[in-house]
């Protein structure tokens, strides 16, 4: 990696970091804000949280061919701009109106920005890095999102609704100084003529469907964010509470478990799965999956205590995080690889709006069968889910190449000085590492 592409990816991090401290102030206050704070109830609060979602599902398909045609930082610019004046709008908003508005237009800027900055950190990181690339943006954001959550919980008072203002504005500050710090990156990498984006979006659709592989890979990611982040605030909560009978008090320590490990363990959790097959770790993690669902229904069903279903559940959300860290390095690098120089932007944002389709769809289905009391069906199902995760990545590496698969094959030919090595050893080494 150059001088410039380490400079580039600093700045990078540095502000996507500031921006995940800011949104952690208002991150897990803005239901009760909304609901209590402003009077407008439960269900004006549910609406404005999915409208994130809905917003998030109407940009992104837009998103990525913009990218590729204008590159990323417009976009981020666009969105860190569109997501500083929702956030301000929403502290300030009084009426179900504006908080709806104001929900939209931050989601829209939001949904923007995560493929517009993994587009740049492809283009400043060389492939022998980018794992650690995506790895370092997933510890920086549950970081920042930690602290802030922390801070914000010292700062408000429900009774104070001016603290709540005071919430959203510094998360509209943070993301401001990601838009300036964006504005003061100079990408190395300059699209080629060559790499012209293919003409026509059903061309660029045709690419894409036409590649199996990614096909695989966006089944996965909708299936992971379903059956992990998309249950965190609706189903599995409410089996803890409900069924394993733990204390509101206890979920806020299990979530805090989740953050804990991420944050703890994801540099060492990548020097594991950075020289393994990127598709036997994402088989791993539905396993480690498999084995939460199961600890969290054994917390509700099988005897033994209070401080036993306690200590299941924080496990199930302590495995939870470790599943997220080996995912981060993984995933996120694999999508780049798999798209063509000229449609990184829409394979980044193609697999954005997976993501999001999921986190919309888990909560709502999530949430209807806690409501029906249906949780044997839950947990089962979830279950499955996991287990689908393994096989789905198991065929998934079978539609990679060598090199997409397990990319210390391609790190293990080249020097530090930069030179190839034509050592049969070397490539024997990293596969004897699988």
Not at 29 to 56: D, P
Not at 390 to 415: F, H, I, K
Request: glycine share 12%; aromatic share 8%.
């Amino acid at each position: 990696m150059t001088t410039a592409m380490g400079a580039a990816l600093r700045r990078i991090q540095t502000g996507n970091a500031l921006s995940a401290f800011g949104n952690g102030f208002t991150v897990p206050y803005t239901f009760l804000y909304v609901s209590q704070v402003r009077g407008l109830g439960s269900t004006t609060a549910g609406i404005a949280l999915a409208g994130f979602a809905v917003a998030a599902l109407l940009v992104l398909p837009f998103t990525g061919r913009f990218i590729d045609q204008r590159g990323p930082l417009p976009v981020a610019i666009a969105g860190a701009l569109a997501a500083s004046a929702g956030s301000m709008a929403l502290g300030l908003a009084s009426t179900t109106q504006l908080v709806l508005v104001s929900a939209l237009v931050m989601g829209a800027g939001i949904a923007v920005i995560q493929p517009a900055l993994a587009t740049m950190i492809v283009w400043s990181s060389a492939p022998t890095n980018r794992s650690r690339a995506f790895a370092t943006q997933f510890f920086l954001n549950n970081l920042g999102l930690g602290i802030g959550g922390l801070v914000g919980g010292l700062l408000v008072d429900e009774h104070v609704p001016a603290s709540f203002t005071l919430l959203f504005a510094i998360e509209s500050v943070m993301f401001l100084v990601l838009a300036g710090v964006v504005f003061s990156v100079r990408l190395p990498h300059v699209p080629r003529v060559g790499d012209a984006v293919p003409k026509g979006a059903r061309g660029s659709l045709r690419t894409m469907v036409g590649d199996r592989a990614m096909v695989l890979l966006c089944v996965l990611g909708f299936v992971m964010f379903f059956a992990c982040y998309g249950q965190f605030e609706s189903g599995l909560s409410a089996f803890a509470l409900e069924v394993s009978g733990i204390s509101p008090a206890m979920l806020g320590v299990a979530l805090a478990a989740n953050t804990a490990v991420i944050v703890l363990a994801q540099f060492l959790v990548l020097r594991l799965v950075e020289r393994r097959r990127r598709s036997r770790v994402i088989a791993a993690v539905g396993l480690v999956w498999a084995v939460a669902w199961l600890l969290a229904a054994a917390s509700g069903w099988v005897a033994g205590g209070p401080a036993m279903a306690t200590a299941a559940i924080i496990s199930t959300y302590a495995l939870f995080g470790l599943g997220e860290a080996m995912l981060s390095p993984t995933v996120a690098p694999l999508v780049a690889d798999l798209a063509p120089a000229s449609m990184l932007g829409q394979y980044n944002a193609t697999f954005a709006l997976v993501k999001q389709l999921a986190l919309a769809l888990g909560p709502a289905v999530g949430g209807l069968l806690a409501g029906v009391g249906a949780y044997g069906v839950y947990i089962s199902g979830l279950v499955v889910c996991s287990l689908g995760i393994s096989a789905v990545a198991l065929r998934l590496g079978r539609r990679l190449t060598p090199v997409q698969d397990l990319p210390a094959l391609a790190a293990s030919r080249v020097v530090a000085g930069g030179g190839p090595v034509d050592s049969a050893a070397s490539v024997r080494t990293a596969e004897a590492r699988v």
